[in-house]
């Protein structure tokens, strides 16, 4: 009777890919890598790291944020699970990542440690598989924009429909058309008006709204 041979663990990472949206770009927060053993050395990467075995996944990212970023209470939700045998040149290792939103308007207070925001299109060869995850959370949040109400996260509390607009067309790369745009989204009774106007410009303020309900749901498809 022939054993099996005995088990090899792998290392289970956890890392997430945040965006913002703001002066027209799509952003995404990086800081170097910590590891100074292998030829990652002196590159950039998304907030994440090793998870510790009494730690969930949910559980590891929390730490990593608040530790690494001084993150807390921003959306994430699961994305993808990174496995190529050669993703880390150190050890076996398997990254579960998350894709994270946060409003521009507090996403500076992020940038401590050495972490900055970075336009998506000036990001270059990141560390690991890194460069992959981005293209996954990208194209998640594309695709997503068009059916939920997962906007919500990249803007205030208080918003104008053109910085609703801007959102859609900065992640989805395209120009939409302002009258359709608005009576399609108007339509999907997700939006009410707040009663305020927008402060602080030199043409004449917008009415700001905000979406109904408190969390992101389905919608039927923006076409």
């Known amino acids: 009777m022939t054993q099996s041979p005995p088990f090899r663990f792998a ?8 965006f913002a949206v703001g002066n027209g770009m799509l952003w995404t927060l990086l800081r170097p890598v910590e590891t100074v053993t ?3 050395k002196g590159m950039s990467g998304f907030p994440g790291g090793v998870m510790r075995p009494e730690e969930n996944a949910e559980q590891a990212l929390a730490r990593h944020l608040k530790e690494k970023v001084n993150i807390e209470r921003v959306y994430l939700e699961q994305l993808y699970t990174f496995t190529d045998v050669t993703r880390d040149t150190r050890s076996r290792s398997v990254a579960i990542a998350y894709l ?5 308007s507090t996403a500076e ?6 972490a900055k925001w970075v ?3 000036k990001v270059g060869t990141l560390a690991y598989d890194h460069n992959d995850m981005l293209t996954s959370a990208h194209t998640r949040l594309a695709g997503k924009l068009l059916y939920t109400t997962i906007a919500r996260q990249l803007l205030p509390k208080q918003f104008t429909l053109t910085e609703l607009q ?3 067309e900065v992640v989805r790369a395209e120009t939409f058309d302002k ?3 608005r009576k399609k989204i108007l339509a999907l009774d997700i939006l009410e ?3 305020d106007m927008q402060s602080g410009v030199q043409n004449r303020p917008a009415a700001l709204y905000r979406f109904k309900g408190s969390t992101v749901t389905e919608i039927p498809l923006i076409a």
Do not use: Q
């Open 109 to 114: 207070r992020y940038t401590h440690d050495s």
């Open 11 to 18: 290392i289970a990472a956890v890392d997430a890919v945040l």
């Open 119 to 121: 336009p998506i299109k």
């Open 179 to 181: 009258r359709n745009f």
């Open 38 to 40: 292998n030829h990652y």
């Open 166 to 168: 801007s959102i859609y």
């Open 193 to 195: 008006e707040t009663g």
């Open 100 to 104: 994270g939103l946060v409003p521009f």
